[in-house]
């Protein structure tokens, strides 16, 4: 059903697929958007498991395409170095592809934990207070969540060469 990766060469493991994955500040999400024209998006992220989460406003762009057609892909790049005396980057990157669901019930668990996992990577500092405030905030947003069916990771072949592409 998933292409097999050209590049042989350039693969890495599927361990360092998913470290860069987990470990990545950003992301940028694929859909089909309007006219069947491709819409990416940068948007932050968390993984638990064989689950990417996602925060959302209730209304947009991203709803819309999402309501259309559920499948996807995400896209990590972790490290991207122009070396200009060889006309190259030196890369590692990894790609999720799967189905997204849009949870908008604040009973279903996956709201909650979307949001705390998503609390937990960039507001890890935060007071248990501000914290609780903010995670009580379930009707002013909707949580979307990724299931990866497929995850490739690949890397420049002078890192995979050394191993160095984390």
């Known amino acids: 059903m998933f292409r097999e990766m050209r590049r042989k060469n350039c693969i890495?493991?599927?361990?360092?697929?998913?470290?860069?994955?987990?470990?990545?500040?950003?992301?940028?999400l694929a859909l089909s958007g309007d006219d069947d024209y491709p819409y990416a998006?940068?948007?932050?992220?968390?993984?638990?498991?064989?689950?990417i989460y996602?925060?959302?406003?209730?209304?947009?762009h991203k709803l819309d395409a999402i309501r259309r057609n559920d499948k996807v892909s995400f896209c990590v790049v972790d490290k991207h170095e122009v070396i200009a005396e060889e006309f190259t980057t030196y890369?590692?990157?990894?790609?999720?592809?799967?189905?997204?669901?849009?949870?908008?019930?604040?009973?279903?668990?996956?709201?909650?934990?979307?949001?705390?996992?998503?609390?937990?990577?960039y507001s890890s500092t935060a007071s248990p207070e501000r914290r609780a405030k903010e995670l009580g905030r379930l009707d002013a947003l909707f949580v979307l969540v990724m299931t990866i069916e497929h995850l490739t990771g690949k890397a420049a072949r002078e890192l995979v060469?050394?191993?160095d592409f984390s």
Do not use: M, Q, T
């Open 12 to 28: 890495i493991s599927d361990e360092a697929a998913w470290k860069i994955l987990r470990e990545g500040e950003f992301g940028i």
């Open 41 to 51: 998006l940068p948007i932050n992220y968390a993984v638990e498991g064989n689950k």
């Open 54 to 60: 996602f925060h959302s406003a209730k209304i947009g």
């Open 91 to 121: 890369f590692s990157s990894a790609i999720a592809f799967g189905r997204i669901k849009i949870v908008e019930d604040n009973a279903d668990p996956d709201k909650l934990r979307g949001l705390e996992l998503l609390a937990d990577k």
């Open 161 to 163: 060469k050394r191993g």
